[in-house]
């Protein structure tokens, strides 16, 4: 049986080959289809339009599965942390002892920033959004670091990973304390990674700074889940700047950007903001259920539905359980958190969310936990992006490596104005 697809046009058969990954997906190769048949295809949004092969994440959205280069994010939620999540993504396999040790020293030992740019962080208003100066503050850092900028400079690549890792967490906390007009917080060698964050988010010079090992273990997990997730639209930006050649850092900070809109990883602010109308509202929830229903309000399930899960996204089942934990430890009894299971209740059990395979995703409860762990509202999407640079690197080397690569350009249909002369200003 013919291993390709049969394209009808007008009569004449176009075979094209059909690709089948190592998950058994089938794609059409469509690399010939300008040329041979003059048409393109249309998919707004890309939902059925593959851009690139990739060996970093896979996903099965009617089963609920995603893995990390193969290893479920079950299993490795379970047995390891950020960090070597992080090198798994970023090289492939698991690292040694040696390797880790290896890593999480050079991520000790690049947490500083220039001096200079903490000056930086005087030109932004003190209420500026930290997702804004995240992605200036990403780009200004490789004014700093021009020698690895070059994105064909390979032999750094473990250096540029590390410092880019371990900065964008002193700069999230920087900003932080910007926010705050207090003084910033130095990173502690002596710390982990996500240890390190806290203390630069929360000590102050007046007061010791007790740290909660449950606190830190709590937003290790949520770092790792969110580390990378296929061709997510923000990690599609960084591919896509990527291909035109643009090194690592001005394609992080496009990640930034696309990562910040509320459909996307905004939405776990969105989530908060949502069960806090509905609680200090004391509305309804069958109300809430069936606004989120009608197409004529704006009102939608933040942290519901997915593009690609059609069923439970695992990062909500493990957060999910991680909610009831953490807020336990820290002994919160969060009012959010019991509405947050009272919709979740009522739309799995409501058609609308039926019958359209809406689930909650990974935002639905991320948020709650971050917020029982004491990061404000406006610093969630920022810690999304300090989990998910590692995948945006993995991905970012991966559009490097290819030896076929293009620079990304869509093509699309015209639908404007036909042809026409133009019209002297006093004829018109
Ligand atoms: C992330 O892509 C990734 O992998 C993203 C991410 C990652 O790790 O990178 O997983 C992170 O971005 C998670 C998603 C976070 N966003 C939200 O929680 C915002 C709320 N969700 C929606 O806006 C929406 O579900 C999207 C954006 C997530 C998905 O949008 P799609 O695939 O374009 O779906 P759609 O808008 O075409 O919706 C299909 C139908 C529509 O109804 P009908 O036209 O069939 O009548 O479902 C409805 C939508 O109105 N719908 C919702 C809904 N989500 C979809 N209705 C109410 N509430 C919702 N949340």
Redesign the pocket.
Known sequence: MSKDAILKIEGKDYNMPIVTGSEGEKGIDIAKLRADTGHITLDP?F?NTGSSESKITF?DGDKGILRYRGYDIEDLAANSRFVEVAYLLIWGELPSQSQLTKFSDMLTDNALIHENLKNHFEGFPWNAHPMAMLSAMINALSCYHPELVDPDNRKEELKVAARLMSKIRTIAAFSYKMSLGEPFTYPDPHRRYVANLLHMMFSVPHQKYEQQPEIAKALDKILML?AD??Q????STVRIVASAGSNLFSSLSAGVCA?WG????G?NM??ISMLQKIHEGGLDIKKCIEM??D?ESDF??????????KNF?P?ATILRAHADKVLGILDINDPLLNIARRLEEAALKDS??ID?K?YP????YSGLIMRAVGIPTDMFTVLFAIG?LPGWIAHWREVNEDPNGRISRPRQIYTGEPQRKYVPIDKR
């Open positions: 949004g939902g996903i969110h997730h296929e997510n639209c923000s990690t990562l509320n459909l996307h990883g939405a969105g989530v989120a229903k197409r939608r399930l933040m942290g519901f539905g997915h593009r690609v899960y996204d990062r609308f969310f359209r809406l995703n990974v935002d639905f998910r």
